[in-house]
C-alpha cells in the first residue's frame, strides 16, 4: 500500500484534503529529516497547508507524516500512522550495561567537576561525534563544526528528558541533527567559524521547529 493509499484512508476521518504540494516545504522536509513520498503529495489540514512526508531513515522509523508550517513560521509534525518500529529493547540493554560498568569503577576520589570531564567527553566521544561522522562521513571540518554546534543542544535534551519535561517533543530532537546540518550547509553560514555566532543562528533556527 502506497502512502498515499494510507491517506485517502485516513483523509475523512482527520478532516484533510489532498492539495499541490508546497514546493517550500519539499526543500525544507530534507533539512528536518524527513522526505517527500513517492507521490510528492500535499495535504490541507486544519493548521495549514502541508506535505506527506516519511523519515529520511525508514528503517528506523516507519511513520506516516504531515509536515506543516504554522502561522508563526514554525514547523511541526502532525502523525498520521505512528512509527511502531521499537528501540526500547536496545535503548534498557545500553542504559543497564552502562550504569554496571559506571558502578563498577571506584569513583569516591573524583569530585564534581571530575564527572563533568568524564561525561563531558563521554557524551561527546560516544554520542555526538557518531552523529557528525554518519551527517559527514569524509568532512571532519563540517564534523567538528557540527559537534559545537549541536552538544549544546543535545545536553539540553538530555536534561529535559531526565526531568520529564512533557514539551520535549520525539520528533523535534530526531529533527535536530539535520537541522544543524541544513544550517552549516547554508550559504550564510561561514566556515570556518567562530562558534559563538553559529550557535546563535543554529539556537535561531532551531528554535523554529516543534520543541
Not at 31 to 59: I, M, P, S
Not at 60 to 77: A, S
Request: no cysteine; proline share 5%; net charge negative.
Amino acid at each position: 500500500m502506497t502512502a498515499l493509499d494510507q491517506l485517502n484512508q485516513l483523509k475523512d476521518e482527520l478532516n484533510l484534503t489532498l492539495t499541490p504540494a508546497p514546493s517550500e516545504l519539499v526543500e525544507m522536509a530534507e533539512a528536518l529529516g524527513y522526505q517527500a513520498t513517492e507521490e510528492v503529495q500535499g495535504v490541507k489540514t486544519e493548521f495549514g497547508d502541508g506535505l506527506l512526508v516519511y523519515a529520511l531513515q525508514r528503517e528506523f522509523n516507519n511513520g506516516l507524516y504531515v509536515l506543516y508550517k504554522t502561522e508563526d513560521g514554525r514547523y511541526e509534525l502532525m502523525v498520521l500512522i505512528a512509527n511502531t518500529i521499537s528501540k526500547a529493547p536496545l535503548v534498557q540493554k545500553l542504559i543497564h550495561d552502562l550504569d554496571n560498568y559506571v558502578h563498577g569503577q571506584d569513583l569516591h576520589e573524583l569530585d564534581a567537576f571530575n564527572l563533568v570531564e568524564v561525561f563531558a567527553f563521554f557524551t561527546a566521544n560516544s554520542f555526538v561525534k557518531p552523529i557528525a561522522k554518519g551527517l559527514y562521513p569524509n568532512d571532519p571540518l563540517k564534523q567538528d563544526q557540527f559537534v559545537h554546534i549541536y552538544y549544546p543542544r543535545f545536553l539540553a535534551n538530555v536534561a529535559r528528558y531526565y526531568m520529564g519535561d512533557s514539551t520535549l517533543d520525539q520528533e523535534a530532537v530526531v529533527s535536530e541533527p539535520f537541522l544543524v546540518r541544513h544550517i552549516l550547509d547554508s550559504p550564510e553560514v561561514d566556515s570556518p567559524f567562530t562558534q559563538t555566532d553559529n550557535q546563535e543562528v543554529a539556537h535561531d533556527q532551531t528554535e523554529n521547529t516543534v520543541d
